[in-house]
Nanobody
Framework: QVQLVESGGGLVQAGGSLRLSCAAS????????MAWFRQAPGKEREFVAA???????AYADSVQGRFTISRDNAKNTVYLQKNSLKPEDTAVFYC???????????????????WGQGTQVTVSA
C-alpha cells in the first residue's frame, strides 16, 4: 500500500514559521482529500487542516489564520505552512489522504485511508 512521507519538522521558536511537506512514497494514481493531523504528548490525534483536489479547504479553529494548507496534484504532495507558531503547537504532525474519488473535508481520522509516520514539530517559548 502506498504510504505518505512527511518532511520539514524541527525545532522553532515561538512566533516563528515552519513548512511541512508530504508526498507519496511511490508512484500513485493520486489522492482525493489530503490532510494534516497532529498529536501532542498525552493527547489524542486531532485534525489540523484538509484540502480537496479542487482546492477546497477546512481548518481547525486553533490554527485558522495561522496555518495554510496547499497541494500540488501533479506531484501528489501536500504542504502545511505554519506561521505565528506557539508552544502549544508542539506535536507530531501526520499527513493523511483519502482515495482519489473522495472529496470529503472530514475532520475524523477514520475518513482517511493513507497515513504517514509523522514528523516532530517543537515550538520553544
Amino acid at each position: 500500500q502506498v504510504q505518505l512521507v512527511e518532511s520539514g519538522g524541527g525545532l522553532v521558536q515561538a512566533g516563528g514559521s515552519l513548512r511541512l511537506s508530504c508526498a507519496a512514497s511511490e508512484r500513485t494514481f493520486g489522492f482525493g482529500t489530503m490532510a494534516w493531523f497532529r498529536q501532542a504528548p498525552g493527547k489524542e490525534r486531532e485534525f489540523v487542516a484538509a484540502i480537496t483536489r479542487n482546492g477546497d479547504t477546512a481548518y481547525a479553529d486553533s490554527v485558522q489564520g495561522r496555518f495554510t494548507i496547499s497541494r500540488d496534484n501533479a506531484k501528489n504532495t501536500v504542504y502545511l505552512q505554519k506561521n505565528s507558531l506557539k508552544p502549544e503547537d508542539t506535536a507530531v504532525f501526520y499527513c493523511a489522504a483519502t482515495d482519489y474519488y473522495s472529496d470529503t473535508l472530514s475532520t475524523n481520522r477514520r475518513a482517511y485511508a493513507y497515513w504517514g509516520q509523522g514528523t516532530q514539530v517543537t515550538v520553544s517559548a
